[in-house]
């Protein structure tokens, strides 16, 4: 398999992120990670590929490995998992390592899982290969092992389900399709997708499975973390509740997970930033490009229960707009970095969610729907542009259209039928 071979396949970011993984791997790292850490509350779908596909995982891991010219190989893992830990540690080749880490929030950010299996740094604006890291998700290895175009997901489904579980279904398969084949136990609800603490609270269930989902989470309409989500709709109710209520404790900095890798990432500044900001005068922190967008500011530190997140993102913006770029000294890690890590625990009673089943083994709902709604553009670059029109009978796995641009990626049918409809964010096929 080469490099192009994987940009045939579509294979982009499965953990969330959906950057083109070909383009990834164009570099030459010493070190490969596979991110194993998964360290959204209630997601177990990586747990379960592990435990049922070791196999085509440890074989994508070892093709990446050896496209990259990687010389050894690490497996972040967190400790909670003794059974999936002794089965990659007795399958494993010399030169990968399994290691595992804290059961704390947010292990899964790559930078910080870099620090927790290799000790490394990665400075501000720097990427991991700057110290001669790449890291790549469990389920990403899994589509490069299996060799084949990436047209179907899997997902875990929890919350308020009368039984979580990790399942896999076509790409382009409604939300609301997923869930009809699940038990909700509360009579009115809202799904988050993606995970608690970075996914998305949607408002329609007729939106769509893409290659970067990984998760539908039911919570009832009036749950904490709903009433949390709908607080800050749009940058506006972030600005304006800081400006009321922000006392600036400086609790949202003190727990995030970068400014304790010695990251200059500052919440309270850019909550401070919103309480002074005028029109004629625009405050920012360019430090605050370092967030990694946890959501643990937010969701877990601050005490008045405002938007520190939201606050950083609006300087984040603004310092792009602006061009800024980061010129400090090197940084090092906080002293008080091992006495702040968020146990999962602790997060999952703060957000309210130890009411739900914490678990999701992989089960066969043999999902198949008449009508897929295959998106374009729900990877990082540019959308992929047509190469079928309307009338045009494919297969699954068939190319329906092109990655584009330096940055992009293919996207094939996920399911036998007939394209309904083709516009610049998606195609239909109807089964046949």
């Known amino acids: 398999m080469t ?20 383009v990834k791997m164009n570099s030459q790292p010493g070190t490969l990670i596979m991110n194993a850490a998964e360290c959204e509350p209630l997601l177990h779908k990586d747990m379960a590929l592990i435990l049922h596909y070791y196999e085509v995982i440890l074989k994508g891991f070892k093709i990446v490995m050896e496209l990259t010219g990687a010389k050894q190989g690490i497996i972040g893992i967190k400790n909670k998992h003794p059974e999936e830990i002794e089965l990659l540690k007795s399958k494993v080749e010399s030169n990968i390592r399994v290691v595992t880490v804290d059961d704390v929030y947010p292990a899964g950010d790559e930078v910080t899982l870099i620090y927790m299996t290799t000790k490394r740094i990665v ?20 589509n490069i092992g299996n060799n084949k175009p990436v047209v179907d997901k899997y997902i875990s489904v929890a919350g308020a389900v009368e039984e979580p579980a990790t399942i896999v279904v076509p790409v382009g398969t409604t939300y609301k399709e997923v869930l009809s084949n699940f038990k909700i136990t509360t009579p009115r609800y809202l799904v988050r997708s993606g995970g608690l603490m970075m996914g998305i609270l949607e408002d329609d269930l ?24 709908q607080r800050f709709p749009n940058e506006h109710a972030t600005d304006i509740i800081a400006k009321a209520g922000c006392d600036q404790c400086s609790f949202c900095t003190e727990f995030c997970p970068r400014y304790l890798l010695g990251q200059p990432v500052r919440p309270e500044t850019a909550m401070r930033n919103r309480m002074f900001t005028r029109e004629d005068m625009s405050l920012f922190d360019i430090g605050n490009l370092s ?10 530190a601050c005490p008045e229960g405002l938007d520190p997140k939201g606050a950083t993102l609006i300087e984040k913006q603004m310092a792009r707009k602006q061009n800024s770029i980061w010129k400090g000294e090197q940084i090092t890690v906080h002293p008080m970095y091992e006495y702040r890590k968020v146990p999962t625990k602790k997060l999952m009673q703060r957000l309210d969610v130890l009411m739900f089943k914490d678990k999701g083994p992989l089960l066969n709902l043999n999902i198949n729907p008449q009508k897929v709604r295959v998106p374009l553009n729900k990877h990082v ?15 699954k796995y068939d190319l329906i259209a092109k990655g584009s641009g330096k940055i992009s990626s ?4 996920s399911i036998n039928g007939v394209i309904k409809k083709v516009t610049m964010d998606e195609i239909i096929i109807q089964r046949i």
């Open 3 to 22: 490099i192009k071979d994987i940009e045939n396949l579509g294979v982009i970011g499965a953990g969330g992120a959906g950057f083109p993984t070909h």
């Open 410 to 413: 293919n996207v094939h049918a």
């Open 123 to 142: 400075q501000p604006g720097a990427l991991p290969i700057s110290v001669g890291c790449l890291v790549q998700n469990v389920e990403t290895f899994y």
């Open 291 to 300: 967030c990694c967008e946890c959501n643990l500011c937010t969701m877990y």
């Open 381 to 395: 670059g540019s959308a992929a542009i047509a190469v079928v029109t309307e009338g045009d009978s494919v297969k």
């Open 206 to 229: 007729n939106n769509v499975v893409s290659k970067r989902t990984g998760a539908l989470i039911v919570l009832p309409e009036d749950h904490y973390c709903v009433t949390m989500y």
